[in-house]
């Protein structure tokens, strides 16, 4: 008999790494990807105004339910592992959490500030909430899964990951229950079959990409408009409390 696929799903917010982080996943040889599968649910329920919306909504299933019981079912290409983008303010309080616990679930976090100096250039003219950059649900779902567990699921820090591609996803892979693949660390510039829908309004960046890019300066709460810096320092507390339990990355 088989042995039963492992499921991972890693929780962000918009403007972190998770597109290369999925990138790196789908590198390897036994890994199957889904890029962000509740985004059309969650544009449904939520009547968000979002680039490419109708686009998005004929792409994918809108039911949560059925998004959740294909996470769950077959992986495609009868891959052994199932990596799952996962964007934590598409999980709305409507929406059953219950198919979580059939995933090994991980936290990738970035400081407030980053996110919101990367996310003002991308919606440029709209406003933007908490709620639009994730780190209140994301901090909520880290609770559901550390209460599930007993304990403290993994966070990784992508500033880690950037600065330690290597030592960064060997710790995550570990902490997950998988070996560490040296093919996680590069991929082919391009985009993918893969992508959602949306990668025209978001990827161009990851799409010329083939590695992961060393880190940039990181912008102070002080460089953001001063409309954000509120947003900032509201999503903070919740960015800390993640951060508080990221994994340790051994430096090379």
Not at 138 to 148: I, P, S
Not at 155 to 168: K, M, N, S, T
């Amino acid at each position: 008999m088989s042995e039963k696929p492992i499921r991972i799903a890693l929780w962000s917010g918009p403007r972190n790494i998770s597109t290369a982080m999925m990138r790196a996943f789908e590198n390897r040889p036994d890994t199957a990807v889904v890029d962000e599968p509740f985004y059309a649910a969650w544009l449904k329920e939520s009547g968000a105004d979002h680039p490419m919306r109708e686009e998005i909504l004929l792409s994918q299933p809108t039911d949560p339910a059925v998004v959740a019981a294909a996470l769950l079912g077959s992986v495609p290409d009868g891959r052994s592992i199932y990596y799952q983008k996962q964007m934590a303010h598409h999980m709305t309080d409507l929406m059953d959490l219950s198919w979580m616990a059939g995933c090994r679930n991980a936290f990738l976090i970035r400081p407030p500030e980053e996110v919101l100096a990367s996310y003002a250039v991308r919606r440029a003219g709209a406003e933007v909430t908490l709620a639009d950059v994730g780190f209140q649900r994301q901090a909520e779902l880290f609770d559901c899964e550390a209460q599930r567990l007993g304990e403290a699921p993994p966070v990784i820090e992508a500033r880690d990951v950037l600065a330690d591609p290597e030592g960064a996803l060997t710790a995550l892979c570990a902490a997950v229950g998988i070996a560490f693949s040296p093919a996680m660390l590069a991929w082919p510039a391009g985009g993918r079959v893969s992508d959602g829908v949306w990668a025209p309004a978001w990827y161009d960046a990851v799409e010329r990409s083939t590695g992961f890019a060393a880190p940039r300066p990181a912008p102070s709460v002080e460089d953001l408009d001063p409309v954000l810096r509120p947003v900032a320092e509201a999503a903070q507390p919740f960015y800390e409390r993640l951060a508080a339990h990221r994994l340790v990355v051994a430096r090379r």
